[in-house]
């Protein structure tokens, strides 16, 4: 992909100006408040690694780098931090060290890659590394993102019309009904009580479900044990636990693929994958798989064990560390196991939407079907009347 650098039309401060900048906003009092802690979105990080990485390339010292991705960079929480990034590393701290500081924007896949290229003299190439890392990540994000987009329309569509049909449409036709005084069929009366009781006790209908959500949100970000269960619970469902489960197995090959390129050691690299994992079954796994390592295992068999990679995965890596091609083999994986998550996301949408339209077709049909037949018979007792 080609890399290109923004050009700002201010002249870029030097290192020092900048250091002196910063001195005298503190000796002034006017110095920004703490950025730590602060969110930034992943894209503006994604352009800054990619910029980051063509100016180390190109032979820019380090500091002198931070200054002019910072200098054009727009006002807000990255700029700020980008400038207390340069300031702490223009008065002699690591570039990991300063970037550690800011662990919600700079994670701990991104420190500690860095800081292997520090360690090994190869900054310039792991930036590189990380920067195709997070493009990659970001691409496929984007492309799921993009295809939930219909499917959610749709569904909120759904939801918006039967309840109104539900709410609104069937109270009418039972003032209908009551006046008439006829025999309503069974369909028709189980239609009338959901909608008697949707109607009146509509701030349960739509209180629960919130409640629960919330609940749900905050017992899997509060309590571990839930989330693993709830975790363990989506790799189960049919269909979508076996892309989740291929989706992850692609996430940990890349990240562990890409540390151990990066010249990080095997131990610390699990170590990594484990604590930048967003699933708590493959945190457990990963555990596993480093305390077997750490006794002076290999790989490939406590993957096997396990049960979270298939026998693909594990021969690959058992190879890979055989021939000493560890981070190409975890590489390979993570592409191939990539295109399949692509290929049966795609499938599984490509089904979904008629899915969802034929669901509110039924439904609508239903409704329609079981409010028509009391009228039918009412036609027919008027016309026989008259």
């Not at 080609?2 to 201010?10: D, F, K, L, Y």
């Not at 945190?283 to 068999?301: C, N, Q």
Request: glycine share 8%; hydrophobic share 50%; charged share 20%.
């Amino acid at each position: 992909m080609a890399r290109r650098i923004q050009r700002s039309s201010p002249a870029p401060k030097s290192a020092s100006a900048a250091a002196a900048s910063g001195g005298a906003r503190a000796a002034g009092g006017g110095a920004p408040a703490s950025t730590r802690g602060k969110r930034v979105d992943a894209d503006l990080v994604t352009d800054f690694t990619v910029q980051l990485a063509t100016l180390s390339d190109a032979g820019i010292p380090v500091v002198k780098a931070l200054t002019i991705l910072e200098g054009q960079t727009s006002p807000g929480p990255f700029k700020n931090i980008l400038r207390e990034i340069t300031e702490d590393v223009s008065g002699g701290s690591p570039l990991s060290e300063a970037m550690a500081k800011h662990d919600r924007v700079f994670d701990h896949l991104y420190s500690s890659m860095v800081r292997a290229g520090e360690v090994g003299g190869v900054l310039d190439r792991v930036l590189n590394r990380l920067a195709v890392f997070r493009e990659k990540a970001a691409e496929i994000k984007s492309k799921i993102k993009s295809a939930l987009i219909y499917p959610a329309v749709l569904v909120l569509f759904a939801i918006v019309v039967i309840a109104a049909v539900v709410m609104v449409v069937i109270p009418k036709f039972k003032e209908i009904f009551e006046s008439f005084n006829v025999d309503l069929p069974e369909p028709t009366r189980i239609l009338l009580g959901i909608s008697g009781f949707m109607t009146q006790w509509w701030y349960l209908v739509i209180g629960i479900p919130v409640l629960l959500f919330v609940l749900h949100n905050i017992f899997v970000r509060r309590n571990r044990g839930y989330r693993r269960s709830w975790h363990a619970l989506l790799l189960k469902i049919p269909f979508l636990g076996p892309v989740l489960s291929r989706s992850m197995t692609a996430s940990f090959a890349r990240t562990f693929g890409t540390l151990v390129q990066a010249g990080v050691p095997h131990l610390d690299a699990l170590g990594i994958c484990r604590d930048t994992s967003a699933n708590e079954v493959l945190v457990d796994a990963v555990e596993d798989i480093r305390r077997t390592v750490r006794e002076g295992e290999g790989i490939a068999r406590p993957m096997g064990e396990t049960g979270l990679f298939d026998d693909v995965v594990t021969n690959m890596v058992d190879v890979g560390e055989e021939t000493g091609e560890l981070d190409g083999m975890l590489l390979k994986v993570a592409d191939a196991y990539d295109v399949q998550v692509d290929r049966k996301l795609n499938a599984f949408f490509k089904v979904l939407e008629p899915a969802i339209l034929i669901f509110m077709a039924v439904v609508i049909g239903g409704l329609v079907i079981a409010l028509i037949m009391p009228l039918t018979e009412m036609m027919q007792t008027i016309g026989s009347q008259a």
